[in-house]
């Protein structure tokens, strides 16, 4: 049987990059809240109420969907936070919700019955019995996998579960225990999960020595050293380099790579792969317009049978490298 063209799911972080991503073709968007209720929690990132609202009439003028992330975990007594949340995207007519709580999803599926929920990555569902758990409880209608899993695993999932499947294709390849990051809080206090930010930028700072060697800091922690010449990316915990036994300078934990499924973009889609996500929320508008636009070709091309040029998204890539992780196997560290 032939498959449907998939969805193609872009980021936002401003209201500016949404319309440049409706606009380059992104068939859905997704944004979040300002504040701890969405896991890309940065100062001039998100959207207010307003602007949210504003962002879904843009969205269902031109024939996209607003998918809006409240997909980071509240602790006791801030639940009110999460579920004004949920309770403010619902009213403003936002396609779907995407939560990785589990109480949150029960309080959703509870007060709103009729909304959509799309199970967050950070719920670390990787299993048909984990999926079909959160299915039968909340009535979740699409899962987004971890990436972790290989192409044959995703089929095989795809064939045990009765809801829609999610899956990166783009971006940050992220911490492999996806949702399950506590680095960032043993150095700084903050959370990832629990309150949105990972290497909050005023713990941020670089030091450069006399020979021009830059080195980055997450408060009192050295992330890396940058020899001078070398571009220095954001200083995240799990993509600094660190002496680890007898190895130095070593990236003990993941490296400063992209990913990118350009090439499995047909395999996804015979698995049975409905929506394919770029990461970035962070980005700038320039990244957005370049990522979607190309994205947008290569889907269109691959359902008329034709190869497309996806030579210039290495230029995208963090630190101009790529990879496609474990999708074609487990060998990738």
Avoid at 44 to 71: C, P, Q, R, W
Avoid at 101 to 112: C, P, Q, R, T
Avoid at 265 to 285: C, F, H, Y
Wanted: charged fraction near 20%; include cysteine.
């Amino acid at each position: 049987m032939k498959q449907e063209k998939p969805e193609l799911v872009c980021p936002a972080g401003t209201p500016a990059s949404l319309r440049t991503a409706v606009d380059a073709g992104a068939d859905a968007i997704y944004c979040g809240f300002v504040g701890p209720t969405n896991a890309r929690n940065f100062p001039g990132l998100n959207f207010s109420l307003n602007e949210m609202a504003k962002a879904v009439d843009y969205a269902h003028d031109k024939g996209a969907k607003l998918l809006t992330a409240i997909n980071s975990f509240p602790t006791a007594g801030r639940t009110d936070i999460w579920k004004k949340a949920i309770d403010d995207a619902i009213s403003i007519g936002v396609d779907a919700i995407i939560i990785a709580d589990i109480g949150m999803a029960k309080y959703l599926s509870e007060k709103h019955p009729n909304a959509r929920i799309h199970l967050s990555v950070q719920a670390g569902a990787s299993s048909p019995e984990a999926i079909n758990f959160y299915c039968d409880r909340f009535d979740i209608k699409r899962v987004v996998l971890p990436r972790i899993l290989t192409v044959a695993e995703i089929k095989k999932i795809h064939d045990e579960i009765p809801c829609e499947i999610e899956t990166f294709i783009f971006g940050n390849i992220g911490m492999m225990a996806e949702g399950r990051c506590s680095l960032t809080n043993y150095v700084t206090g903050l959370s990832t999960n629990m309150d949105g930010v990972c290497s909050p930028a005023n713990f941020v700072h670089y030091e450069e020595d006399e020979a021009k060697n830059l080195t980055s800091r997450l408060g009192e922690f050295a992330i890396d050293c940058i020899s001078c010449g070398q571009s220095a990316g954001y200083p995240t915990i799990c993509k600094g380099r660190y002496n680890v036994g007898h190895r130095e300078e070593y990236y003990a934990f993941e490296e400063p790579i992209s990913l990118n499924l350009t090439h499995l973009l047909p395999d996804l889609i015979n698995a049975g792969v409905s929506a394919l996500k770029i990461e970035g929320r962070q980005r700038s508008k320039a990244y957005i317009r370049s990522v979607v636009s190309s994205f947008r070709q290569a889907i269109d091309a691959y359902a008329l049978g034709q190869t497309p040029d996806i030579s210039n998204l290495i230029a995208l890539t963090e630190g101009h490298k790529e990879t496609q992780g474990a999708f074609p196997s487990k060998k990738w560290r």
